[in-house]
């Protein structure tokens, strides 16, 4: 698409019916209903364009879902088809269709080798949701109902339902009605902001024992999941410490504690490896899944579950009392099984590992290393974060790096590049079919929001 859509209302038509029909998400409504959102109407690989003409470089893949970018013409037919052939059927009254069959099929050939059943949903929130009541079960099943309470972590994020949003430890979330019983938070291992005197690796096993801790307090006979994204995504992009994982890893073990991983943002390739978890080194009983999975061109979510967790499940359960109207909807099957049939078949994971994925690593590095607004870069694979700071060596933060981070942000859709502030942090993840010219196009421009931002400071 080298040029727009054809406007077919005015911008400020469309920002007027906007304001008088929709509440936003995450956002101040009547602010911005004066300022007035930006009417998206066409994309094309890492691009989009607005209803005024205004081309963008989306450095978020959307919200971490169009891992394969904008426009792919397999994954519309693949649609096509399917709404040919059979546009809906549930699976419910002892049916299936062979779309949901072949795409697990796929799916688990893709899966480290101890996973074995999904139960499909409609997003990341929904898979959350069903992993409370299906962990729960599973403690039932085996005689120990009283395992009920859910470890989770704060600033970590699960979705914006309400077991989702108890889950996540943002307490603003929280505010808004979003807590449940028996669930429990421990910190996050944030070293750049929590770290004080102790090296990272120190710092990573000082976390990571809090759970240890937490399981004592609660008991471990009361304890049921520890649940965590491999990395922070709408935290912050925070990425823990080596030392981090193996004693979660360690301690769940111990302790007889499921460990659930939050793939939603992480899987299906971000990290350079199919699942974030796997670059981490640690082995979850559970995967949420979403967004990567269809690429975010059709709703689609699940539950993954170990052997150890279905056989107890299928074998000794009885009914499972769960269903959704769209679980395993043929349509977003279809869909899902052409994203990871290009993701696998154009080597576009491997391309992320070995090339690009590295090339965008040691473009931050070399472009922000120095930069005297950033005090820190994290990141693999295509996700990365620019710690915000003002003072790197003392590792001190802003007192207001919210609204610095906000200001950056705004300044990059005025330079043509979309990335996402959150604490004092500036994050991005292009979808991963990126080329090293569309990285450098992102890395140039962030690099223009933060200069003009650490200029308006007084920092440059």
Not at 322 to 331: A, E, I, K, M, R
Not at 385 to 390: D, I, T
């Amino acid at each position: 698409m080298n040029a727009p859509i054809q406007a077919q209302r005015e911008t400020r038509d469309y920002q007027a019916s906007d304001a008088a029909h929709h509440i936003h998400a995450f956002l101040d409504q009547k602010a911005l209903n004066a300022e007035g959102p930006r009417v998206i109407v066409g994309g094309e690989r890492l691009h989009l364009w607005d209803n005024d003409g205004k081309r963008y470089l989306d450095g978020m893949s959307g919200l971490w879902c169009t891992n394969l970018g904008y426009g792919r013409k397999d994954l519309t037919a693949a649609a096509t088809r399917q709404l040919e052939q059979l546009p809906y059927y549930n699976m419910f009254f002892h049916t299936t269709h062979p779309a949901v069959i072949e795409l697990s099929e796929l799916l688990f050939s893709l899966l480290p080798g101890h996973y074995s059943h999904a139960v499909y949903t409609n997003s990341g929130s929904e898979a959350n949701e069903v992993l409370i009541r299906t962990v729960r079960r599973y403690w039932q099943i085996l005689g120990k109902p009283e395992k009920r309470v859910m470890i989770g972590r704060w600033n970590g994020y699960h979705g914006s339902t309400l077991g989702a949003t108890a889950l996540g430890g943002m307490k603003f979330m929280h505010e808004m009605g979003g807590m449940l019983p028996d669930i429990a938070h421990i910190d996050e291992p944030y070293w750049f902001a929590q770290g004080g005197d102790l090296t990272p690796e120190e710092f990573g096993l000082r976390a990571a024992r809090q759970l240890e801790e937490k399981i004592l307090e609660l008991g471990a006979d009361k304890v049921a999941a520890f649940v965590a994204e491999p990395f922070q995504g709408a935290g912050g992009m925070i990425f823990p410490p080596e030392s981090y994982w193996p004693e979660i890893q360690r301690i769940c073990r111990k302790y007889d504690v499921l460990l659930c991983a939050d793939e939603v943002i992480g899987g299906f390739g971000r990290t350079g490896e199919w699942f974030a978890h796997q670059h981490f080194g640690f082995e979850p009983d559970t995967l949420s899944i979403a967004k990567g999975l269809t690429s975010g061109y059709i709703p689609m979510g699940g539950l993954i579950l170990s052997k150890r967790m279905a056989e107890v499940l299928v074998e000794q359960g009885g009914v499972f009392a769960h269903g959704l109207t769209y679980s395993g909807h043929p349509v977003a099957a279809a869909v899902a099984i052409a994203n990871l049939k290009a993701l696998r078949d154009e080597g576009v994971v491997a391309q992320v590992k070995a090339d690009t994925g590295p090339y965008l690593q040691q473009c931050l590095r070399e472009v922000f290393g120095n930069h005297p607004l950033v005090g820190d870069i994290q990141g693999v694979g295509m996700v990365a974060a620019l710690q915000l700071a003002e003072d790197k060596v003392s590792r001190k933060r802003f007192a207001n790096e919210n609204d610095i981070a906000w200001r950056c942000r705004t300044i990059g859709f005025e330079e043509g590049v979309i990335i996402r502030s959150t604490l004092g942090r500036m994050i991005m993840a292009p979808a991963l079919v990126a080329n090293r010219s569309e990285i450098d196009e992102l890395v140039a421009k962030t690099k223009k929001a933060v200069d003009r931002t650490a200029e308006e400071l007084g920092r440059l």
